[in-house]
Structures are given as C-alpha cells and as structure tokens.
C-alpha cells in the first residue's frame, strides 16, 4: 500500500515528529512537521477533530 501526500494515516506522525523536534529545540522544523501534520487534516473531511486541535495547539508552540 503507497501512501499519498496527503494519506490521512500521515497526520498523527507528523504531528509526533513535529513534538520531537520541539523537544529537540529544534522549533523551524517542528513547524515544518506542525504545518504538514495541519495541511494533511483540513484535506480529509475524515480527519479526527482531536487530533486537528492537538495539531493547532501544538504549532500555537513554535509560532508566535
């Protein structure tokens, strides 16, 4: 199975990646992997609202 840019399956890990690279302080590319995670949940209708509003929160974390 080939997962496409925009595969929803895609989101939560971006958003794990982007808390990694937080912790890392490494904030440009965690908002690179917020941004991605974020861009991927507004483009499928069946995307989890909890997990969008962790996404929005967590990018409120690297954006000022």
């Not at 995307?47 to 969008?52: I, K, N, Q, V, W």
């Amino acid at each position: 199975h080939c997962l496409g840019p925009n595969d929803i399956s895609l989101a939560p890990n971006y958003n794990t990646l982007g808390l990694v690279a937080y912790k890392q302080r490494k904030p440009a590319e965690a908002e690179t992997y917020f941004k991605k995670a974020l861009a991927v949940s507004k483009a499928n209708k069946d995307s989890d609202p909890a997990l969008l509003t962790d996404i929005q929160q967590n990018l409120k974390l690297v954006t000022p």
